[in-house]
């Protein structure tokens, strides 16, 4: 029997992913969608779906519900995409009620018994799920990180476990749909880069830092730049131990993570590749790598001893976002964890 699933902030830009993922996903049924009172009682075939990809045919019937805590249907995984105010109070609140919830939201990332995951990084970390029975609930709330975070510490793990890491800076150039539907109405950025994104700079320092247990010293720039999906960053790293430059690209080749292992649903074959090409990776020719779900290395440098330059690049809504949150909960699945 397949598990059933419901969607709640079903109409946004990541509510949108998460319908596509799990409406022809082969462990899930999709058996409603919930959003605020503006979309409530329209058809889901009748919102502005702005992905790529044509809207699923099983998703297009569904009545979209009023998110209301009290007529979430009995289902067995709650998918949030609500923004991060409307999280914080509804999240809880399903967690107490028995509800499982996996959730893009940034509030109670942080929080020492809430699982933060990327499946390939930091996989046992699901196991914090049952701390959260000390908190008296009898259903429990799973995070996916930041995106650009997500993007940035897969190439990371196999760097850190192999080299060590020193310190590291970051700068990214993040694609506008990672604001939300005002950021791709909102092409008035053409021609043009800001350069600060409100929040982004601390969540990619403190949550790589709880990810990887590390009290790692990160710096970070956050940009946003007139791209519509896909976040590029471009890292340097101080490593512990020298490294030459055709071993840290076979490492991050070859990296594979438990997702792989177990061969779930939406587990690209290889999470990292690594592309050769000086004018590679960019966000229209490389963000669809591994349906989405792979990120793209280039520009692979050694600066100097221990001194190692690199862009990664990923797809903010689908590995950053629902493409993550619903590997995490098959991986959670899987391990029989829930
Ligand atoms: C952006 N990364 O591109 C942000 C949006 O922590 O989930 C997602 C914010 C988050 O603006």
Redesign the pocket.
């Known amino acids: 029997d397949k598990l059933r699933a419901y969607v709640i902030g079903a109409t946004g830009l990541v509510g949108q992913r998460y319908v596509q993922l799990l409406a022809e996903h082969p462990w899930f049924e999709l058996v409603g969608v919930a959003a605020s009172e503006r979309s409530a009682g329209k058809r889901y075939g009748d919102i502005n779906w702005v992905l790529e990809t044509p809207l699923p045919e099983k998703a297009a019937e569904l009545k979209i519900d009023k998110l209301d805590v009290d007529s979430v249907p009995k289902v067995d995984v709650v998918f949030s995409a609500l923004p991060?105010e409307v999280a914080a109070k509804v999240e809880p609140e399903l967690a107490r009620r028995g509800y499982l919830v996996v959730s893009?939201?940034?509030n109670m990332?942080l929080e020492p018994d809430i699982p933060l995951v990327i499946p390939e990084v930091n996989p046992r970390d699901l196991e914090l799920l049952r701390e959260q029975r000390k908190r008296g609930w009898s259903g429990g709330i799973i995070k996916k990180?930041?995106?650009?975070?997500t993007i940035l510490d897969l190439p990371l793990k196999p760097i850190l476990d192999e080299f060590g890491i020193v310190r590291l800076h970051v700068v990214t150039m993040?694609?506008v749909?990672?604001?939300?539907f005002s950021?791709v109405a909102s092409m008035a950025i053409l021609d043009n880069l800001i350069p600060y994104?409100r929040?982004?700079e601390e969540?990619i320092v403190n949550e790589t830092k709880k990810i990887f247990r590390r009290d790692l010293e990160i710096y970070a720039t956050?940009t946003?730049v007139p791209v519509v999906d896909g976040?590029t960053e471009v890292v340097y790293v101080d490593t512990e131990r020298d490294f030459d430059i055709e071993g840290v690209l076979e490492l991050l080749a070859k990296f594979r993570g438990l997702p792989q292992e177990l061969g779930l649903p939406t587990a690209p074959e290889a999470p990292i590749i690594v592309t050769k090409n000086p004018d590679r990776p960019q966000p229209r020719l490389d963000r669809m790598a591994g349906n989405g779900m792979s990120v793209v290395v280039g520009r692979a440098r050694k600066l100097g001893a221990r001194k190692l330059a690199f862009v990664v690049l990923g797809h903010?809504t689908i590995r950053?976002?629902a493409g993550n949150a619903v590997l995490a909960t098959e991986l959670l699945i899987k391990l029989g964890l829930y």
């Open positions: 991060s893009n939201s940034s990332r990180p930041n995106c650009s975070t993040q694609a749909s990672g604001a939300g950021g994104i929040g982004e969540k956050t946003r976040h903010n950053g976002a």
